[in-house]
């Protein structure tokens, strides 16, 4: 078991508490950003691309609301890490014919730019890693934060979801039906009727440590991924192995925490899973609030969270009512296109 | 005791060739793999590179995929390599119901998308290939033409992507949260990061020259290794005799600069430092180093000098990367098959196109190699851009029972 200590979070909710946002015709939404000067020194900052200014901000707040200067070790999920610097190298590539490039976007195009920025910023020689696997890419770097704390190597980590979303990535997400036709309705996050999603982006952070505090938020008290269940009833199976392996009996769940997009294929998928009688708690939801990204999990994490340890949580997360029980223990469960499904539980502290 | 983390398959394609006896042949012979650019439409063709000498057609027969199927060459050869490692290991017939497959890459289909990244932008002509695009994408690719897995997950550390991934492979195993796990990286070489290289001015014109006086930086190159793992009780069980063990590993992090090291090799020490600890062996018990070796001026010495620091008598050493080039985020995992074939089959590789020591190094590495030669643990780093060091050591299995 491990705590969440601290947390840090740029969204397209900015720094204050989630309001529903007008998504707009094109179903995209940007992040709304902090004064970045009052964070990182201008010198440093002018070098830096929005994702590792956002992603050095969050993880900045995460540690000082953590009380901590130093993690051990430093871990980042990135569904698709610094594309708009990709982007800009790519595209010069090609109508430059090669030729006169200049190495800076290259510098900054890597996955890994990222978490290391991070660990040149705090100076932390600690373990430092990057996961890119599409919508699991910010539990797998939990899970390996998770597993190093269990195995004794690392004492916490800086855990963190990042991902930006350019205009010419949404056009082409757009292209492969990724985002909805039709602007968004927020009705559609409780019963989606269409395919396609809202597109977002975010830098969000948790601390997570061996160690409990007088602040900490909520335990994490085991994390799973598992790969392409052959059916529904297959991945049930998987959950309640999970909770059986934690000893957690399924009526002790308060709530599930949901990866609900608004895409039909997307969420018939927990529509299935969560519509017996087995599984029947209390269902959140969160990506109308942030977006669908790769890793849109960290924004939901770092509101759970929240909700666990104030025991009060805005309306806007709601799928059909709210829960009757305090947040005691709480299933968070995402999945991509059913290939990959994650499961963190967590529990009041 | 814990249970040890045992090897018992492998899988390569690189430019020394399409699996593991290919490879040790050019190694035995001191054949270099690396030579002309082919199969991609780049205008730096002066360039030399390590290029898999087999075309993307070639590969899909190879592998069993339908000429029209749309996959990414990372991919194909990913798919490649962890086939023979599976084979090795007679996993299908080990009854594991948790299979875990963990892999390293960086470009993942970037190779298609600067292709047709003008069609992406503005007209619909090759939709097919936008979400081949990230690293995840190859990952899944090459996992749903191998079977079925419980566990799916992508490392980008840049170089040093697939030694991560056999750092999370082995903490899963020791959890038992996995029967066994296929652990490795895929790339392929593009134009986006030929030409990224190209910019940082760190391509050698000739071959790369790795711990010389005279080196003057990397030369690129492709391929994909993977590595069966299970623990060593899973193994008794169905008994089945491990190749070797990976007694220690370690992960730190230079924090010094994007895309330089650290004069004093601090990332460098403290990954190997870690990696020794928790093997529980001394720096003397190490018979061989496989140097990350890239052939940069700032890679070797900083590499070199934290050697130095740490090893009071310098083990023999060499950079493979003058065989294979530098095959980015599959290099730690084709450079360990590299160095499990060297320690089990017992001769040291040499690093080839050296010829005169660096005066800041109180070593030279392996001119020729050195045959009938025996060792029983060696050390692999594997450094990436950011600072990203990562240090594993193998040995020699030996039965304690």
């Known amino acids: 078991m491990v705590y969440i200590n601290g947390i840090g979070s740029i969204s397209i909710q900015g720094l204050e508490k989630p309001e529903l946002p007008d998504w707009g015709k094109d179903n995209y939404l940007r992040c709304s950003e902090p004064d970045f000067s009052k964070y990182i020194s201008p010198i440093l900052s002018r070098r830096m691309s929005k994702i590792i200014k956002r992603s050095i901000v969050a993880s900045k707040l995460c540690l000082e609301d953590a009380n901590v200067k130093m993690p051990d070790a430093i871990i980042s999920g990135t569904g698709l890490g610094c594309i708009e610097e990709t982007e800009k190298f790519l595209l010069s590539m090609i109508e430059q014919h090669e030729t006169l490039l200049q190495p800076t976007h290259f510098i900054q195009s890597t996955h890994n730019t990222i978490s290391s920025q991070i660990a040149m910023y705090l100076k932390c020689n600690g373990y430092n890693s990057t996961y890119s696997h599409l919508g699991s890419s910010f539990e797998s770097a939990l899970l390996d934060a998770f597993l190093q704390i269990e195995l004794k190597q690392i004492k916490n980590a800086l855990v963190g979801g990042f991902d930006e979303m350019t205009p010419d990535y949404k056009n082409m997400l757009a292209k492969i039906g990724y985002l909805k036709n039709e602007p968004f309705l927020f009705e559609e996050m409780r019963n989606a009727f269409s395919s396609g999603s809202v597109i977002g982006e975010g830098s969000n952070c948790v601390y997570i440590s061996a160690d409990k505090t007088d602040h900490s938020y909520a335990s994490i008290i085991d994390v799973k991924i598992f790969h392409t269940p052959e059916n529904y009833s297959k991945t049930i199976d998987q959950i309640l192995l999970f909770l059986d392996k934690n000893n957690v009996d399924v009526s002790e769940i308060d709530a599930v925490m949901l990866g609900l997009n608004g895409d039909i294929n997307n969420d018939l998928i927990y529509d299935n899973v969560y519509s017996g009688d087995l599984l029947k708690p209390t269902p959140f939801i969160y990506k109308h609030l942030c977006g669908e990204y790769f890793t849109a999990s960290a924004f939901g994490l770092v509101m759970m969270a929240q909700f666990i340890k104030n025991n009060r949580f805005s309306n806007h997360f709601y799928r059909k009512y709210h829960p009757t029980n305090p947040l005691r223990k709480v299933l968070f469960h995402n999945h991509y296109h059913n290939k990959t499904h994650s499961l963190i539980l967590l529990g009041k502290c | ?401």
């Open chain 2, 1 to 401: 005791m814990a249970d040890r983390i045992c090897i018992t398959g492998m899988g390569i394609v690189s430019a020394l060739g399409e699996n593991k006896y290919e490879t040790e042949d050019k190694l035995l012979k001191e054949k270099s793999g690396i030579g002309k650019l082919v199969y991609l439409n780049s205008i730096h063709k002066e360039i030399p590179v390590g290029m898999v000498k087999i075309p993307d057609q070639k590969l899909k027969s190879k592998v069993g995929v339908d000429q029209n199927t749309i996959i990414a060459r990372t991919t194909l050869l990913g798919i490649l390599a962890a086939r023979e490692a599976i084979i090795q290991a007679k996993l299908l017939g080990a009854g594991y119901k948790k299979i875990g497959f963990i892999s390293g890459t960086t470009v993942g289909g970037m190779e298609k998308s600067e292709q047709y990244y003008l069609d992406f932008l503005h007209n619909d002509k090759h939709n097919e290939y936008i979400s081949l695009h990230d690293c995840g994408a190859c990952t899944e690719d090459i996992a749903k033409h191998l079977g079925n897995f419980e566990f799916c997950t992508t490392i980008s550390t840049a170089c040093s992507s697939a030694a991560n991934a056999i750092i999370l492979g082995a903490n899963m195993l020791k959890l038992g949260l996995l029967d066994a796990v296929i652990v490795g990286g895929s790339e392929c070489i593009t134009k986006f990061h030929l030409n990224g290289f190209n910019t940082l001015m760190i391509l050698d014109k000739g071959p790369c020259k790795p711990f010389d006086a005279n080196r003057g930086g990397i030369t690129l190159g492709e391929g994909a290794a993977y590595l069966v793992m299970e623990t060593e009780q899973n193994c008794d069980l169905r008994q089945i005799k491990p190749l070797c063990t990976l007694s220690g590993y370690g992960n730190a992090c230079d924090a010094f600069h994007q895309t330089a090291s650290s004069p004093d090799g601090k990332g460098a020490i403290l990954s190997m430092q870690k990696a020794l600890e928790m093997s529980g062996l001394e720096p003397s018990d190490i018979g061989y180093i496989n140097a990350h070796g890239t052939g940069t001026q700032n890679n070797d010495l900083s590499e070199g000098v934290a050697i130095s620091t740490l090893f009071e008598k310098v083990p023999p050493i060499s950079s493979t990367k003058s065989f294979t080039g530098h095959t980015t985020s599959a290099a730690g995992a084709v450079e360990t098959v590299i160095s499990i074939i060297a320690m089990t089959h017992n001769f040291l590789p040499a690093n080839l196109n050296f010829s005169e020591k660096m005066e800041e190094l109180n070593f030279e590495p392996i001119k020729t190699t050195i045959k009938n030669y025996s060792f029983d643990h060696f050390m692999k780093n594997s450094f990436g851009f950011g600072g990203n060091n990562t240090s594993l050591i193998f040995s020699k299995y030996k039965n304690n029972n």
